[in-house]
Every structure is written in structure tokens, then in C-alpha cells.
């Protein structure tokens, strides 16, 4: 059974940083390409970062410099590393994996919500 558990979400001012986790099971995570997504309000979800099984990674231009991808195949665990946020990166923000290229799987956790705010 796929799952994905997203955390390290919170309440950060503007310039601040995080750091989300994401455990995922039921998959063969070291030779997944692992995503983060994000969805604000009214807006449909964003995927913002990518890394390849060779941690090769990838960035929306609305986070690239300020965001890093991460993986540890030992924990079966994907990173984010939020720097420099924005009030615009308030989001519930989603961990996923591709099933098959460009195509995530079906599940999705029930995030973590970062809001940026002062």
C-alpha cells in the first residue's frame, strides 16, 4: 500500500525557512523520482521540485534558489528545504512519486500547511 506522510510544515514570517519531511512506504523509493507539490487556495497543485534516483533535481522557476530537493534512500525519505519564503508559497504542500514517467501515483497524503505570514 502506497502512503506518503508529509510534515515540518508551520507558521514562518517572511524570509524565514523550513524544512518539510516526507516518509513514503509501499514503493520502491530508492529508484523512484521522488516530487514535492504544493496547492494554495483556490489554485490547483504546483509541482515545485524534483529529484531522480541519481539526485539529479529540478525547480519551478517560483522556487528555484530558494528551495532544495533532497532524499535519503536509507529512510525512505524526501526533503524540502524552504529559504527566503514568500507570503505567495503559503500552500498545503504534498510529497509524491512518479508511477510511471511524468505520471505521480494516485495517492496523496494529507500534506502539511506552511503559511508565511507576518
Known amino acids: 500500500q502506497v502512503q506518503f506522510v508529509e510534515s515540518g510544515g508551520g507558521l514562518v514570517q517572511p524570509g524565514g525557512s523550513l524544512r518539510l519531511s516526507c516518509a513514503a512506504s509501499?514503493?520502491?523509493?530508492?529508484?523512484?523520482?521522488m516530487l514535492w507539490y504544493r496547492q494554495a487556495p483556490g489554485k490547483q497543485r504546483e509541482l515545485v521540485a524534483t529529484?531522480?534516483?541519481?539526485?539529479?533535481?529540478n525547480y519551478s522557476d517560483s522556487v528555484k534558489g530558494r528551495f532544495t530537493i533532497s532524499r535519503d534512500n536509507a529512510k525512505n525519505t524526501v526533503y524540502l528545504q524552504l529559504n527566503s519564503l514568500k507570503p505567495e508559497d503559503t500552500a498545503v504542500y504534498y510529497c509524491?512519486?512518479?508511477?510511471?514517467?511524468?505520471?505521480?501515483?494516485?495517492?496523496w497524503g494529507q500534506g502539511t500547511q506552511v503559511t508565511v505570514s507576518s
Open positions: 529529484i531522480t534516483s541519481s539526485d539529479s533535481t
Open positions: 509501499g514503493i520502491s523509493f530508492s529508484i523512484k523520482h
Open positions: 509524491n512519486a512518479f508511477r510511471l514517467p511524468f505520471i505521480p501515483y494516485d495517492y
